[in-house]
């Protein structure tokens, strides 16, 4: 990545809006959605891919809360590249610590 602003977000309400911008670029978006966790945050999820293949990719981001910068931008690059291989992709799973910049360890 030679600009890390091109996939980066600032902040957790500009990552899941590009989160989602992504997702319905897609070529071979199934469906979307978001599970409402409060009245700030969700957890948006997308399914990506060919149906009917045996074998599916599950790839998360902010489990730990402020990692999800980097998961973001990472989920941003491949859900640009469009493959086929089919994907459910999870954004900021503990969105309330990505949006505090807190971490979460093992024992949470």
């Not at 911008?21 to 071979?28: G, K, V």
């Not at 979307?32 to 981001?61: C, F, K, P």
């Not at 910068?69 to 493959?83: D, F, N, R, T, W």
Request: net charge negative.
């Amino acid at each position: 990545m030679s600009d890390p602003g091109l996939y980066f977000s600032r902040s957790y309400q500009a990552a899941r809006s590009r989160f989602v911008a992504a997702a319905s670029r897609h070529p071979q978006l199934c469906a979307r959605g978001q599970l409402a966790v409060d009245n700030e945050h969700t957890i948006d999820w997308a399914l990506t891919g060919v149906a009917g293949d045996e074998d599916m990719l599950v790839y998360t981001s902010g489990l730990h809360g402020i990692e999800g910068y980097a998961g973001s931008a990472v989920q941003l690059k491949l859900l640009s590249l469009g493959e086929a291989r089919p994907t459910l992709w999870l954004h900021a799973l503990r969105e309330a610590l990505f949006f505090r910049l807190m971490y979460a360890g093992s024992e949470a």
